[in-house]
């Protein structure tokens, strides 16, 4: 259609057309999304009954991964960290938000970004409704939303004392790869890229989460490190913990490596993204049905206690004095 | 509470006492809240039967906002940018969750910006129910969530032929202050404060966007000029339109500058936060008792029109050709 002579023109290319032209997502239709992209607001109809799980992190270049990062993999990335807080909650994800900084409007970045963004939302039926495109740093925001049934959400404050404390997956391979880029120690290549694959492209426990409605008491998924992220479940619920220090699943390069680098990526790791959660005793066969059921490994680590504080034992049962501390943003430089 | 010798430590000042200390919200409380700060998730019972709101917004320091800005008006902003998007769409604030990129935790400018946040988020009843914060180049990214009975959102699709085109509040004031800042004019320092107020501090439509459920057929923010976004109604609903040039109610002190500058930024301008929307002619009283309602000023500047194109007319219904564009993230450098 032709404009007529005294019309404005628009601009040729706009971030209205990056979102187009990159982030039409054409595999996932949901009843529930009455409106997606291209208003002021998306329309959610929720399914009636059912409570809102809502998360949202930031990641930013040069902090949360290189800024030469795969863009593929860091558009993977980026949705699993919070699919991983719906999975900890035991919410069933449904849509999300993107915003995005770029310094500046490369296709074939954003060609490589979106496909894995797109390919783990696809997977895991999950719409993206709404966003926002800026030049700036780079920089990447996702809100998520999942639903599930109300009171059944897995939450940091539910701990009883005399739980059984379990972790799913193995830990510590993503911290040895980054060992590895820093120097900190050297790892074959083949091993090397074997770590910085869980590194890089964290699985989301979606399917252990919802398995574990009604199994588990409290959960959290380790993003900062085990006794960084267990903490947070002792001070809200109130209890203390001890854990079993070498019963600590190690990923598959870091366990081949010496005791004392096991112990401290195992437990002072981060960006794991695995679940930690508690649940009785006598939900043991429970917890491991629900880890076959999901396909996803379970190992139980500890226990939850009354006495407040955190305590590794090594396997006689022994106390282990470590110096530790878990990732934190504002004091780590 | 003292630890056991051999517990582990953690760090003293982390990101939990930052959104402790300073996002704590206390004269909210909102039975749908179900679980705020402090989990992997937050957890939301919708209203039964209502529709869900969600916009996303990223405002990036340097491009959105001087890096020098005042922490406080830079609170209420990004808030208020967001807010506008509901009202653009008829709903009503219920929530919002916040990420945050710091350069450093700054314990002055963290007080300043929770206020100037958490006063605007207040004034609406729209909890802060989530966030993340880290260390990084400025960026502020806010998600807000809102509720409407299913139908009657306003939509940029549903423009009428026939519909009168009308602008809440006034326009130009905050294209104008940049001006001021840019030195492309000079502006008395009373004159260019005044502006800047327009430009720092926008005031969210919420009131009147509620208010004309029912009685405007399409609506959207003014957010990067009168022209881009009014060609986004027209485009989404396949129609045209025309404008009366000089009835576009421009702001206080833009109103005291010559013609073709007042023409240019209620055009074109940008930052304006103002509502732009659509209703049928025999909705004419509605649409003034709505703005009455809401104390919002509502002036009716143009019509909805079968030929395609935006049609921008003098005072005498002659053609006006002037060369503006709206702004473009990425295609402004």
């Given at each position: 259609m032709t404009s007529p002579p005294h019309s404005v023109q628009y601009p040729m290319l706009s971030e209205f057309d990056l979102i187009k032209r990159y982030f039409a997502q054409h595999s996932v239709t949901d009843p529930r999304i009455a409106l997606g992209i291209g208003d002021d607001c998306a329309l959610v109809n929720p399914t009636p009954g059912m409570q809102l799980a809502i998360s949202t992190d930031m990641l930013v270049s040069g902090r949360h991964f290189f800024p030469d990062a795969d863009a593929f993999m860091l558009g993977h990335k980026c949705l699993a960290v919070n699919l991983s807080d719906l999975a900890a909650m035991g919410a069933a994800p449904m849509a999300f938000t993107l915003a995005l900084s770029l310094p500046e409007a490369n296709p074939d970045w954003l060609e490589k970004f979106s496909q894995g963004l797109l390919a783990l939302a696809d997977a895991h039926q999950c719409s993206l409704i709404g966003g926002d495109t800026t030049k700036g740093p780079l920089n990447i925001c996702i809100t998520v939303f999942g639903e599930l049934p109300p009171g059944s959400a897995l939450r940091r404050?539910?701990?009883?004392?005399g739980d059984d404390i379990w972790v799913s997956g193995a830990l510590g391979d993503a911290r040895l790869a980054l060992a590895g880029y820093w120097k900190e120690i050297h790892l074959e290549p083949a091993a090397h890229q074997q770590a910085a694959q869980r590194m890089h492209q964290p699985t989301p426990r979606i399917a252990l989460g919802l398995a574990l409605r009604?199994?588990?008491?409290a959960a959290l998924d380790i993003s900062d490190g085990l006794i960084g992220d267990l903490g947070h479940i002792l001070e809200r619920s109130k209890v203390g913990a001890s854990l079993q220090l070498d019963s600590l699943p190690a990923g598959l390069v870091l366990s081949q490596q010496a005791l004392e680098l096991r112990r401290k990526f195992t437990l002072a790791g981060g960006d794991d993204y695995e679940l930690c959660f508690t649940a009785p005793v006598a939900h043991r066969a429970k917890v491991i049905a629900a880890g076959s059921a999901s396909a996803t490994p379970v190992t139980r680590v500890g226990c939850i206690e009354q006495a407040p504080g955190l305590r590794l034992l090594d396997d006689f049962g022994q106390p282990v004095q470590l110096q530790l501390s878990s990732f934190d943003h504002f004091s780590t430089p």
């Open positions: 404050d539910a701990a009883q004392v009604g199994v588990a008491n």
